[in-house]
């Protein structure tokens, strides 16, 4: 074999060589690109707020206009009646209505469209016996009041951002609630990184909705939702 066919394969080899450290960065560095990016997600996902599944499910089931059990009530209030008392019935029904979007934006953080408003609501509320059109109907006597507003997203019963408040008011103290439900307003102040006016009117809210209920004190907060031991 020549001298120089000797150098042409040491200088194949040198190419080879190069080449394959050139591949090496690039692996390298795409692989940290590729641990850096899902760092990343790692990061975004465990600072995302998660409303307690048990407290959503409780905020789209609550009976808002009804102090009494559904039990005791007679069925001909969530019937549509076929001559007389429909408009008390509309007015019961939107009540009903207004309550429950509330309660879905606090939980989803989103508008609501009148085909997913009545599947959930009849899943949430099996006793009110109404189809949809006689929803539309109360949805448009609350929307041609200014009560609610009918957006191409879907209808919003409350400012988002109110929603979007209560929320993460709601996420923020579900971390210092005791087995019982309970938690103290200090602690409460400490979880959640607001003034103490906006913290106070946030409870004000919540007592007014039954979400949670206040000791005569004003010391202790009580989530009936968020107790998981007797």
């Not at 009804?66 to 005791?72: A, E, H, M, N, T």
């Not at 006597?141 to 929603?163: A, C, Q, V, W, Y």
Request: hydrophobic content about 40%.
């Amino acid at each position: 074999m020549e001298v120089k066919d000797i150098s042409k394969q040491d200088d194949y080899k040198a190419r080879y060589k190069a080449l394959g450290k050139k591949l090496k960065r690039i692996q390298d560095d795409t692989t940290q690109e590729v641990q850096e990016q899902l760092e990343k997600g790692v990061e975004s996902i465990s600072s995302t707020k998660y409303l307690p599944e048990d407290l959503a499910t409780y905020l789209l089931s609550l009976k808002r206009e009804i102090s009494l059990p559904v039990s005791v009530l007679p069925s001909s209030l969530f019937n549509r009646p076929v001559f007389f008392g429909r408009e008390d019935f509309f007015h019961r029904l939107a009540s009903e209505l207004i309550s429950f979007g509330i309660a879905y934006q606090r939980v989803y953080l989103l508008p609501i469209k009148l085909n997913q408003l009545a599947t959930l609501f009849h899943k949430h509320r099996p006793w009110w016996k109404c189809d949809i059109q006689d929803i539309e109907k109360a949805l448009v006597i609350l929307n041609k009041h200014k009560i609610i507003r009918n957006t191409p997203d879907g209808f919003l019963f409350e400012p988002l951002s109110m929603s979007s408040d209560v929320k993460d008011f709601l996420t923020f103290i579900s971390k210092g609630i005791n087995k019982f439900g309970e938690i103290s307003l200090v602690s409460a102040r400490k979880l959640v990184p607001w003034n103490n006016a906006k913290i106070e009117a946030m409870v004000e809210l919540l007592c007014s909705n039954e979400i949670c209920f206040i000791d005569r004190n004003k010391e202790l907060l009580f989530f009936p939702e968020l107790k998981t031991g007797s």
